[in-house]
């Protein structure tokens, strides 16, 4: 089985930077967009940098990098990766006043060498799937509202404050408590209809586009996948969004009829490989330098801290 990933951030007409980050087959995407030509395993998320808190774009930036390195199978196990980036971010976030608490969403598929797919949630980004015609939310909005609502306290998410009713109550990189990783396997095999698409959102875009705008632009023959999500994100922005807007969009395919119907291009597998495999090799070699500068960084401000606090307690 192939797949085709394409990714869109933009950073909407209100917000002054965009603190969205998208992974599109080892490749961190923070502006406009990205295809790619990939198979399994893989990984490919988005990551919403928390609103509130300081350099949500660094800390959705760091999230989507350190996962960009990571080799990916059936024996990795994602909770222990996702704990190793929350803390990445946090001793990242001590080198300085302006990168404290910085925190971001992660809502990121997974699919290992066997074709299982996997929704991994931390926040309220979404996923979707979207199958035989019908689209359905697979992630959980991780929201104070919800929390609410599942225990009993409030009759509807409705009862409270729009802001109180958006607050996330688990991230990456909060310095309160550690993520509340949810994960959900999809219970059909990933591909095995012919128009099985996942679909990752910011909820810059899920929150002002329907389910039904979903589906009606799955459903149209005319554009290429690149132009469905690019058209989108665009409604999304003419519905009112007032944030930053991304989504990664995941299409199976196995003939080159139907890469030809997703991205209006003939395929050409000679060029399309060696292409994957340059990219995956400088993307590679850029990551763990990423990873390697930023661990210095985190281990050189954890001493500095270390050495404030000793001195601190000798006063």
């Not at 019908?134 to 599942?150: A, G, K, P, V």
């Not at 002002?208 to 632009?217: C, S």
């Not at 500068?293 to 606090?309: G, V």
Request: glycine share 6%; aromatic share 8%; proline share 2%.
């Amino acid at each position: 089985m192939n797949y085709y990933i394409y990714g869109y951030t933009d950073k909407g007409p209100y917000r002054l930077k965009n603190e969205d980050a998208m992974l599109v087959n080892r490749v961190t995407v923070t502006k406009g967009g990205y295809g790619s030509v990939c198979i399994a395993p893989f990984l490919a998320a988005v990551c919403d940098g928390v609103g509130g808190e300081k350099a949500g774009e660094l800390a959705s930036q760091i999230c989507c990098s350190a996962l960009a390195s990571l080799d990916y199978d059936s024996g990795t196990d994602l909770d222990h990766e996702i704990m190793s980036i929350h803390n990445k971010i946090i001793r990242t976030g001590v080198s300085g006043d302006e990168t404290i608490n910085m925190q971001t969403t992660l809502c990121m598929l997974a699919v290992d060498e066997d074709g299982t797919a996997n929704c991994c949630n931390v926040g309220d980004s979404r996923m979707y799937r979207y199958v035989d015609g019908s689209i359905r939310q697979l992630s959980t909005d991780q929201t104070y509202s919800r929390f609410l609502y599942e225990k009993g306290a409030i009759a509807s998410q409705r009862e409270l404050d729009p802001e109180l009713r958006k607050a996330i109550v688990s991230s990456i990189g909060s310095v309160v408590q550690d993520p509340d990783v949810e994960h959900l396997r999809f219970m059909s095999y990933f591909g095995e209809q012919e128009d099985d698409t996942v679909l990752i959102c910011s909820d810059g875009l899920s929150d002002f586009i329907t389910k039904d705008e979903l589906e009606i632009a799955m459903k149209i023959t005319s554009m290429t996948f690149a132009e469905k999500l690019e058209a989108l994100c665009q409604l999304a922005i003419r519905n009112g969004s007032t944030d930053n807007v991304s989504i990664v969009g995941i299409k199976p395919w196995t003939t080159p009829d139907q890469y030809r119907a997703l991205t209006g291009l003939d395929f050409t597998p000679k060029r399309d490989d060696s292409q994957v495999k340059a990219q995956q090799e400088c993307l590679a070699y850029e990551q763990r330098f990423q990873s390697a500068k930023l661990e210095e960084e985190a281990e050189n401000s954890l001493a500095s801290l270390f050495a404030d606090l000793e001195k601190f307690k000798s006063l």
